[in-house]
């Protein structure tokens, strides 16, 4: 009797344990690396996008709605940049728990100030795949994701209130973890004569470090470069020095010719950390886009 009632005890107990946690759906890794650091052992964390896939991009899949149909939280990155696809995943889920404005849904790019604002007036499709809201690409921003994680502690505390106090610590150590590192990023960028990205996906981490923008590989976002595009750039860059950055899975077109007449480097570098990151792989994602801003320093 006395083993039953042991056994019986034990079982509740791991059933309120596993209650008090929360079952969080990241679409991308830099979102899943954030849930992962602020909510530790009291967090399962599933991503949909890998880090080496276009965010903008993906397609619905039956197992994108499973994970969502299980969760109790979202954490995506937001301002529009998931969609056209994670508003029909989440209809297909049919969980209650995570609509669009309820507690369960959360969108990084609402919690901080963006840039490249247009609003609904401003925007049209003759401006390319633009985002009225503004620049979703907030992950590779030190600063700015040292708020939103404090913003998604706050969140999750209301979620799972026993556990507020250790979500909010969490968070506060991973700012001022970002923080320690600002002085080193700022010195290694500082002096950088620019940069030339394909997309709009780094402007963030320009911005932070005062990194001059060069201008852009597509003519507007989201359009391939046409040969005229590639001349232009050439004849306005021609003399100067800078580097070409862009994403493993944006098109080659252009890139290579661009590299070589104009003398630069160019490096393909991904947006978000490897899949399943704690913070330290994040930290080596925002180390590897200073090395590449640096080395053309010299």
């Known amino acids: 009797m006395i083993k039953r009632l042991t056994l019986a005890l034990g079982l509740c107990l791991m059933q309120s344990l596993a209650l008090a946690d929360i079952n969080i759906v990241a679409t991308t890794s830099s979102m899943g690396m954030l849930a992962r650091t602020v909510g530790g052992a009291h967090v399962k964390v599933t991503e949909l996008a890998l880090p080496d896939r276009d965010a903008h991009t993906l397609q619905v899949r039956p197992s994108m709605m ?41 969108e990084a790019a609402a919690q901080v100030p963006l840039l490249d604002v247009r609003g609904a ?62 002085t080193r990023w700022q010195q290694a960028t500082a002096g950088s004569p620019g940069v030339l990205l394909y997309h709009h996906d780094a402007n963030y981490l320009l911005a932070r470090f005062n990194i001059p923008s060069l201008g852009y590989i597509e003519p507007l976002p989201g359009i391939p470069p046409s040969a005229s595009h590639i001349l232009k750039l050439v004849q306005e860059l021609r003399g100067r020095k800078g580097v070409i950055l862009h994403t493993v899975y944006q098109g080659n077109a252009g890139i290579a010719q661009l590299a070589s007449q104009l003398g630069w480097k160019e490096m393909a570098l991904p947006l978000d950390p490897p899949a399943n990151s704690t913070q330290d792989g994040w930290f080596a994602l925002i180390d590897q886009w200073v090395a590449a801003v640096a080395q053309n320093k010299y």
């Open 121 to 182: 007036a401003g925007a049209d499709r003759s401006q390319g795949d633009v985002h009225p809201m503004g620049n979703p690409h907030v992950q590779l921003d030190p600063v700015r994701m040292g708020d939103v994680a404090i913003a998604l502690a706050n969140r999750m505390g209301k979620l799972d209130s026993t556990n507020a106090p250790g979500y909010l610590a969490a968070a506060i150590a991973f700012k001022q973890a970002t923080t320690q590192r600002m």
């Open 66 to 106: 499973q994970s969502l149909r299980q969760a109790n939280l979202v954490v995506s990155v937001g301002a529009e940049l998931e969609q056209g696809w994670l508003p029909a995943a989440i209809d297909g889920a049919a969980n209650p728990r995570i609509q669009p404005g309820g507690s369960g849904y959360f």
